[in-house]
């Protein structure tokens, strides 16, 4: 082989060499990436577990206070608010009713 067979060579492996290195550059830059969303997520994750815990503590708060007054009671007012929303109602056909009458006076008396 000669000199110059020799230098080529040399200079094809060192350019396939910088390649390499730029294949490697890459990857490590994607493993960086990868390594960050990795913390990302798993701060993410303490965060929602966090929130869990809190949730779960005010639902074990409220189902508490509803053992507390019982289902009993619970029906109770439910009851009574639909009492009323029945007696709202009533009241508001008949109020419907009224403005009919008095319009149909009005019509009448008009003609």
Do not use: C, P, W
């Amino acid at each position: 082989m000669t000199r110059q067979e020799e230098i080529a060579g040399l200079a094809e492996k060192a350019g396939q060499l910088v390649e390499d290195l730029k294949m490697l550059k890459q990857k490590v830059g994607l493993y960086a990436a990868a390594k960050d969303d990795l913390a990302k997520a798993r701060e993410d994750l303490g965060g929602l577990v966090e929130e869990t815990k809190k949730l779960a503590a005010e639902t074990h708060q409220t189902l508490a206070s509803l053992n507390e007054i019982g289902a009993g009671k619970i029906f109770e007012r439910l009851a009574a608010v639909e009492k009323r929303q029945k007696l709202h109602l009533v009241v508001i056909v008949l109020g419907v009713a009224l403005l009919a009458l008095i319009q149909i006076g009005l019509f009448l008396k008009a003609h």
